[in-house]
């Protein structure tokens, strides 16, 4: 963001912004934290040059840590898919022996049935590995 130019920014009658907020590509914030890393620089002086909260930055620094801020990182602007969430046909009548507290499957005579977008479903029934399902929630949540 080049600050030696004038902008005309709306604001309200208190001074703050009004109108839709400035979009930064992927591009951009990768550069602006790597500005960040440069040596004597502070995240202060690099949110004043283009404009920002420092907290934004310090934010963008966690995703650009955790790999998020690549060319190839998945878009953070991707649609939420629907949901519906519906209670069981069948309820147990009496309460069971009390679970470990941490379970790698969950199993019983049940099923969960994800539903795309596209129309098509995927039903899961009976043992289910816990991180098995969280792989194939984590790639469906992508796409």
Same mark, same amino acid.
């Given at each position: 963001?080049d600050? %030696?130019? *004038?902008?005309?920014? $709306?604001? /309200? ?8 907020r400035?979009? +930064?590509?992927?591009?951009?914030? #990768?550069?602006?934290?790597? *500005?960040?890393?440069?040596r004597g620089? %502070? @995240?202060?002086?690099?949110? #004043?040059?283009? /404009? ?6 310090f934010?963008?620094?966690?995703? +650009? #840590? ?5 060319? &190839? $990182?998945? /878009?953070?602007? =991707?649609?939420?898919?629907? !949901?519906?969430? %519906?209670?069981?046909? @069948? ?11 941490? #379970?790698?499957? !969950?199993?019983? &005579?049940? %099923?969960?049935?994800?539903?795309? =977008?596209?129309? /098509? ?6 043992? @289910? &590995? ?7 929630? *984590? !790639?469906?949540?992508?796409?």
């Open positions: 963001m600050t %030696s130019a *004038e902008q005309n920014i $709306a604001t /309200d009658t208190l001074g703050r912004r009004t109108g839709p400035r979009q +930064y590509t992927l591009g951009e914030k #990768r550069q602006i934290v790597q *500005e960040t890393h440069a620089a %502070s @995240v202060s002086l690099v949110a #004043r040059k283009h /404009d920002l909260n420092p907290n934004q930055i934010a963008w620094r966690r995703l +650009y #840590r955790q790999g998020l801020l690549k060319a &190839d $990182a998945p /878009d953070a602007s =991707a649609p939420m898919l629907p !949901v519906k969430v %519906s209670t069981p046909t @069948v309820m147990p009548t009496e309460q069971g022996a009390r679970a470990p507290k941490r #379970r790698t499957s !969950v199993a019983g &005579d049940w %099923s969960i049935e994800i539903k795309l =977008a596209n129309g /098509d479903s995927v039903i899961l029934r009976g043992n @289910v &590995d816990v991180k098995q399902l969280a792989r194939v929630i *984590e !790639v469906l949540v992508r796409r």
